[in-house]
């Protein structure tokens, strides 16, 4: 019988070492602030800021939401995140950003400093040196599931579908290392044989975003499942991995909903902490 890796508990132990820094801080100093920018109204945005929001008042973090609209230029758009950047200790850019907006271009106006995503190329390049001040928070998440749940990486084969800049690379990256140890591959779209490196991996990190891409004939018994994936199809929001008959396979399934997805949030008030410290 597979135990499902709830996210809630894992956010609820962040949450309190993010609580005990900012119960450290001298009673006289200003209260911590972060801003976040939308750009348009599409609706799983708003939903995540929403819940960034909610998560800051919770935590009694000052929060900014300025909401863009959708046709904004390039050029005013890189303007409004250079002003915003003056006073606040961290910013966010919500994405996806409409088409004709470049999202590296877009990332990279945002001072390393206040990058709490940890997305800008000079942050993602870091997790390259063996101490990286920041991780994005989806890796973040993942790596803090990890370790609550007694999961050990070391030489395990850690297969993670998808190759995003934002999630699936720079998580591959970190459980390569040194620190963790795993044997990690990549499949992506390309990939032709993805069944065959599904079924050799002790754990499965999904982030394509295709509902259900992943039934039960995928794995072996005893295996690790992650989904992070997310898809809409009519209205309903599902996974990449089919949970149905997976409780006799899997050791441990972290599901969607309710698995990684609020860690992320919490991971990335954690990392305001380290930017602030």
């Not at 972060?34 to 919770?58: C, F, H, M, Q, W």
């Not at 891409?213 to 599902?238: A, E, L, Q, R």
Request: aromatic fraction near 8%; charge should be negative.
């Amino acid at each position: 019988m597979e135990q499902i890796l709830y996210g809630k508990p894992v956010a609820e132990f962040i949450d309190q070492k993010t609580l005990s820094f900012l119960n450290s801080l001298p009673k006289d100093k200003e209260k911590v602030h972060i801003t976040a920018i939308t750009v348009g109204d599409n609706p799983a945005s708003l939903l995540y800021v929403s819940r960034k929001k909610d998560k800051a008042v919770e935590l009694g973090i000052n929060f900014h939401w300025e909401k863009l609209n959708s046709d904004i230029s390039q050029i005013d758009l890189n303007k409004v995140i250079a002003k915003l950047s003056e006073n606040t200790d961290g910013l966010i850019v919500q994405l996806p950003l409409p088409d004709h907006l470049d999202v590296v271009e877009t990332i990279n106006q945002i001072p390393v400093e206040l990058d709490v995503d940890g997305l800008t190329t000079q942050n993602l390049g870091m997790l390259f040196s063996d101490d990286p001040i920041i991780l994005p928070a989806t890796t973040q998440a993942v790596l803090e599931m990890l370790s609550f749940y007694n999961i050990d990486t070391f030489d395990k084969n850690i297969v993670i579908a998808g190759r995003s800049r934002l999630v699936s690379a720079p998580l591959a990256r970190v459980l390569s290392s040194k620190q963790f140890n795993a044997n990690v591959t990549v499949i992506h779209s390309k990939t032709s044989n993805q069944k065959e490196f599904v079924l050799n991996s002790d754990i499965f990190i999904s982030a394509i975003g295709k509902a259900k891409m992943f039934d039960h004939s995928y794995f072996k018994p005893g295996c690790i499942v992650i989904d992070i994936g997310i898809s809409n199809v009519d209205g309903k929001t599902y996974g990449d991995i089919d949970p149905s008959n997976l409780d006799n396979i899997a050791k441990y399934r972290a599901p969607y909903p309710g698995g990684v997805g609020p860690i992320t949030v919490s991971a990335l008030f954690y990392n305001l902490t380290k930017l602030v410290s």
